[in-house]
């Protein structure tokens, strides 16, 4: 690892590959030649579109996507697409459900109230967001628009396993699990992300649309919150986040640098089994999430008591194991290892936590 720099275990905005992150700083000043930065570049330049292009190809090629569906690069964070999704498709039949995970989900649900008959299919409140309902748990109504779901739920460290099948498109936030693993597009009519975790930095978020849901927005829409808008100046209606898309295309060529997403995916499993080992062997930790819902991105976690919690969080971040620290209303510690963690920084935390419960006269 690069001198100075720590393993990051943030939620996001998260570590980015060291390779990406070199790539973009020698390019940084003189792109390709061009005298100037990726950041100065006109939208609508030759260039900034090669490399505009480029990155949707390649996105589209590596995640699999379907020319029924359209890849767009917006703003307005995940959280944009809380009321955009619902705006948009809500027109069909006026009702929508969803499943309340965490509290993404919740803040989802309460944005989309505004805009119909919006209901709960399955919450997951009563254990503290630590599982994720059975498909036989989801009470979906017969005739509404769609039916929502966050893959993985970034606070509470839990993650769905399954698609769920019902007779309604699917809409999915899949902001921390985006690109981790293969994803079947033909079973979403929406998916969002932002970029911040497994893509590009803060500012991005990219939507994956069956055109067909496009096109039925509520009257009243911003032109800015109507995905035809984006689709028929794809995502140029304005100007769209340049460097972050320019980022995102060096992230998907590491990828490809990796093997694919196959591959990746494989990373990504033996790292979070690597973690749950340890914590489920130990004496002194315990996993939050129950374990058919462990997540692989962000694994939530506990000591004793609020002390020791306390004093794990500081001892790691002396040892450059950074912001290992619970969600404030979550507490204990949280690792998230998106897919730019690399497997050292995932054993060094392990070491750390043997280490430290070695040392702890209790455990
Ligand atoms: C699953 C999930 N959805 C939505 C959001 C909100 O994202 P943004 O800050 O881009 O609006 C986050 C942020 O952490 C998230 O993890």
Redesign the pocket.
Known sequence: MSEKRIYNFA??PSTLPLEVLEQAKEELINYGGSGMSVMEMSHRSKLFLSIFEQTKSDLRRILNVPETHEILFLQG???LQFAMTAMNLITATGKADYVLTGS?ATKAYDEAKKYGDVAVAASSKDRNHSYIPAQSELNVRDDISYLYY?A???IFGTEWKYVPQVNAPLVC?M??DILTQPIDFEKYSVVFA?A?KNMSPAGL?VVFINKDYAGHALPYTPVMLDYAAMIKGDSMHNTPPCYNIYILGLVLEWIESLGGLEAIAQRNAKKAAVIYDAIDSSRLFRALAEPEARSRMNVTFRSESDEMDKAFIAFAGENGLQNVKGYRTVGGMRASIYNAMPYEGVEKLVAFMKDFAANNPKA
Do not use: I, V
């Open positions: 939620a996001g964070g995940a959280t993404f966050t993985n739920n970034t936030d902001s921390s932002g911040q978020t």
